[in-house]
């Protein structure tokens, strides 16, 4: 693991955590070279479907492309790293479960959007408004009825 500070490859473990569902071992970091720490996340990499695109494409499926589209939709909301981590990992863990090896994109489109509704709504609107690519105000009204609708 190369330092942050100085790219100095050595560095030594000065103490080691499991998380909480003991799936992630977090280690706090000294460079050998600069003394600066640091923290890293060690976690058991899993093989996971290819993803198809919209168009046809395929690619390898990137858990931080989950994360990247959550945190945007949960931009100036009250919602931790920790939770949206949390997210991300249920979402990860239900699509390993399928035991596919490959999964359409709007199929992680809509599990996004299960944890996001149940989170908080305004990011929930957001993620949908982008994702579903509402074409206009009525589109975007319906799906805040619905919203209602489902709360009621």
């Known amino acids: 693991?190369?330092?942050?500070?100085?790219?100095?490859?050595?560095?030594?473990?000065?103490?080691?955590?499991?998380?909480?569902?003991?799936?992630?071992i977090r280690r706090r970091?000294?460079?050998?070279?600069?003394?600066?720490?640091?923290?890293?996340?060690e976690h058991v990499e899993e093989v996971l479907p290819a993803v198809i695109k919209k168009d046809g494409r395929r690619e390898a499926f990137e858990r931080n492309k989950i994360l990247?589209?959550?945190?945007?939709?949960?931009?100036?909301?009250?919602?931790?790293?920790?939770?949206?981590?949390?997210?991300a990992d249920r979402i990860v863990k239900s699509i390993q479960e399928l035991g596919?090896?490959?999964?359409?994109?709007p199929t992680i489109g809509e599990k996004v959007m299960e944890e996001l509704h149940s989170l908080d709504e305004v990011a929930y609107v957001r993620f949908a408004s982008?994702?579903?690519s509402f074409k206009d105000i009525?589109?975007?009204?319906?799906?805040?009825?619905?919203?209602?609708?489902?709360?009621?």
């Open 130 to 132: 982008v994702y579903r």
């Open 100 to 105: 596919l090896s490959e999964i359409e994109s």
């Open 1 to 24: 693991m190369n330092c942050p500070f100085c790219k100095h490859p050595e560095s030594k473990v000065i103490d080691s955590r499991d998380s909480q569902d003991g799936e992630i």
């Open 138 to 152: 009525n589109e975007f009204m319906k799906e805040l009825k619905d919203l209602l609708g489902k709360q009621k």
């Open 68 to 87: 990247q589209g959550m945190r945007k939709a949960c931009e100036k909301r009250p919602i931790s790293v920790a939770t949206l981590e949390a997210c």
């Open 29 to 41: 970091r000294e460079c050998e070279k600069c003394g600066e720490r640091f923290t890293t996340y």
